[in-house]
């Protein structure tokens, strides 16, 4: 196909020769694969050589083999974080699919400022997390906070929202609040472009509601659930912004990220800190290439 | 009817206020008094004498203009070093399969890498070439961190312009540049647009390698925020003051891209 341009273009100075289509692609990714090489390739070499080395900021490395990835994985705290990292992915997806479906079906129809509703609830998706967490900190916070105000005039008990029985929970709710209005969208995107003549067939053979929404909707909503629930994950394996806004890792709250950052950049502990990196990279690279094939089948693109 | 109806709105009603009102607390909170802050009980909560105070505190006695300026500066320098990369490559992608996908897949994968694989080695690398709490160093990282995600959104842009236009342009006579120049860059100008604003509002949002890697000279507006938790108490007056600035940008550009914010976040896959 792509060949047909250069039967149309005779090539003559060099210029022309370079913008061939054998080197003009190439010509157009080079700035692309200088940047992969330097921001992506030194600290992937980077962290490897670390993770092999005992570091002791002020004296020399040594070698010490796969003698930090042991160290990690015996270490409490590491599997701690990943159970944390886990039960946040597994309560915010679980909110925000059940949640998103049903205000996604509740939407899904014409009604009077729609476009002003819909509008409204897009806001949160942009806004800083760090931000909101700090601000849904005061908003918990357990005098002064809103919530437990209206809690007290309602007469019932105020709640220690920042506490190590509450605070996961209210990180997953912080974070679902941000995150709800992508799934809500997604899913409403979705059963808009469901085609009308299969509801209508559906209603003529007379069909349930509920066998029409779990034999026709749920089923052609599956690939988009299946993009919600991938990125939503990578996103919070790296949860990191909400718990510096809220617990700074206090109160039972310390996910990977946070302990990655603490032993590379309190403790100082670069080799450690590297491991758990690489574990964390390893985590969701393959997701990452399940998720691609998603999104490469979705764009219509070729592989 | 009547009442489903009621129900329907009751409901609408209700998520859009669990959406919005974190928002409205943070300017509401922003123009209370520091007693009325701290005051326990419901009577403040809706009902004091505004103040801008905060606001005052905020312009005298903290760097948050410089901060706010850092950021902007930040942002569109690093935007524009995106642009650069990003277009030309996605064009590749997208009309010569360079790389036959794998190249792609792993210019994707960069974004998804968790942000803090990157910032031990350049901890180390900015420390030794002095590119620590500098303008410059922010720059790069937040240009490596958004450009694999604008050039996969890119590509889904220029997935969508026809190539027979290109090459019937070609057969026109029409320059291999004059192509991109006069065909393809007038009907791909929203894509770009709407990708710089997501690239702008990344960047502004940024937090990991703000906090990790700029000090003073260079700190940005989070990292301010930030700072008003203090060990001994939090500052909700100032802090406010200065979360209210700092996501009225971001708010607008929600509300002005709204068509294309589910697009933009699922990398292309959902037009929305």
Same mark, same amino acid.
Request: glycine content about 6%.
């Given at each position: 196909m792509t060949t047909q341009m250069d039967e149309v273009w005779e090539k003559r100075t &060099?210029?022309?020769?370079?913008?061939?289509?054998?080197?003009?692609?190439?010509?157009?990714?080079?700035?692309?694969?200088?940047?992969?090489?330097?921001?992506?390739?030194?600290?992937?070499?980077? %962290?490897?050589?670390?993770?092999?080395?005992?570091?002791?900021?002020?004296?020399?490395?040594?070698?010490?083999?796969?003698?930090?990835?042991?160290?990690?994985?015996?270490?409490?705290?590491? *599997?701690?974080?990943?159970?944390?990292?886990?039960?946040?992915?597994?309560? %915010?997806?679980?909110?925000? &699919?059940?949640?998103?479906?049903?205000?996604?079906? @509740? *939407?899904?129809?014409?009604?009077?400022?729609?476009?002003?509703?819909?509008? @409204?609830?897009?806001?949160?998706?942009?806004?800083?997390?760090?931000?909101?967490?700090? $601000?849904?900190?005061?908003?918990?916070?357990?005098?002064?906070?809103?919530?437990?105000?209206?809690?007290?005039?309602?007469? &019932?008990?105020?709640?220690?929202?920042?506490?190590?029985?509450?605070? &996961?929970? /209210?990180? /997953?709710?912080?974070? /679902? *609040?941000?995150?709800?209005?992508? /799934?809500?969208?997604?899913?409403?995107?979705? @059963?808009?472009? =469901?085609? +009308?003549?299969?509801?209508?067939?559906?209603?003529?053979?007379?069909?349930?509601? *509920?066998?029409?929404? +779990?034999?026709?909707?749920?089923?052609? =909503?599956?690939?988009?659930?299946? $993009?919600i629930v991938l990125l939503r994950t990578m996103w919070l394996i790296r949860l990191f912004d909400p718990l510096y806004g809220t617990t700074r890792g206090g109160s039972g709250t310390q996910s990977l990220d946070w302990v990655v950052f603490r032993t590379s950049f309190a403790y100082f502990d670069m080799g450690v800190g590297s491991t758990m990196a690489l574990i964390s990279l390893y985590l969701t690279i393959i997701l990452c290439a399940i998720l691609f094939r998603y999104l490469m089948k979705a764009l219509g693109a070729t592989k | 009817m009547r009442i489903k109806a009621f129900l329907f709105w009751l409901v609408t009603v209700i998520i859009v206020f669990v959406f919005t009102a974190p928002l409205a607390w943070i300017f509401l909170t922003s123009i209370k008094s520091r007693p009325d802050i701290l005051h326990v009980g419901i009577d403040k909560l809706f009902l004091f004498s505004p103040t801008l105070s905060n606001y005052q505190h905020l312009f005298q006695w903290t760097l948050f203009v410089r901060e706010l300026g850092n950021t902007a500066i930040v942002a569109i320098a690093s935007t524009v070093l995106v642009m650069v990369v990003s277009v030309p490559a996605a064009y590749s992608f997208s009309r010569y399969n360079t790389g036959g996908g794998h190249l792609l897949f792993v210019t994707i994968s960069t974004r998804m890498f968790p942000g803090i694989v990157a910032a031990i080695p350049f901890f180390f690398a900015f420390s030794k070439l002095g590119l620590m709490d500098t303008h410059l160093g922010l720059t790069l990282l937040i240009f490596y961190f958004n450009m694999s995600f604008a050039t996969f959104l890119l590509f889904g842009f220029f997935r969508d312009v026809p190539e027979e236009l290109e090459q019937a342009a070609a057969i026109d006579g029409y320059g291999r540049l004059d192509v991109l120049r006069r065909v393809v860059f007038p009907l791909i100008m929203p894509g770009v647009a709407v990708t710089a604003v997501f690239c702008l509002v990344w960047s502004w949002n940024e937090f990991l390698y703000s906090v990790l890697f700029t000090k003073i000279v260079a700190r940005t507006v989070s990292v301010g925020l930030a700072l008003f938790w203090g060990s001994i108490e939090i500052q909700w007056g100032p802090m406010c003051a200065g979360a209210s600035i700092a996501i009225l940008p971001t708010l607008l550009a929600a509300w002005f891209m709204q068509r294309y914010i589910i697009r933009g976040l699922t990398f292309g896959a959902v037009k929305g």
């Open positions: &060099l210029g022309e020769v370079i913008t061939s289509e054998k080197y003009y692609r190439w010509l157009l990714i080079t700035p692309l694969l200088l940047t992969l090489a330097v921001f992506m390739l030194y600290p992937l070499f980077h %962290c490897l050589y670390y993770s092999t080395q005992r570091y002791v900021p002020g004296r020399p490395d040594v070698f010490i083999g796969l003698e930090n990835l042991r160290y990690v994985l015996a270490r409490a705290e590491f *599997w701690a974080a990943l159970r944390i990292n886990f039960q946040v992915i597994v309560v %915010c997806i679980i909110i925000e &699919l059940v949640l998103g479906l049903a205000i996604a079906l @509740l *939407w899904a129809r014409e009604f009077r400022g729609q476009n002003v509703v819909r509008a @409204l609830c897009l806001l949160p998706l942009l806004v800083s997390p760090l931000v909101m967490s700090m $601000i849904w900190a005061f908003i918990f916070q357990y005098d002064i906070g809103p919530i437990n105000q209206l809690l007290l005039a309602a007469g &019932l008990q105020q709640v220690n929202w920042i506490t190590p029985g509450w605070a &996961l929970t /209210s990180i /997953s709710l912080i974070t /679902s *609040w941000q995150w709800l209005p992508f /799934s809500i969208f997604v899913l409403f995107a979705g @059963l808009r472009g =469901l085609p +009308r003549d299969i509801f209508e067939a559906a209603k003529v053979d007379g069909a349930s509601p *509920w066998y029409t929404f +779990r034999r026709i909707t749920l089923p052609s =909503l599956m690939p988009l659930v299946l $993009i | -």
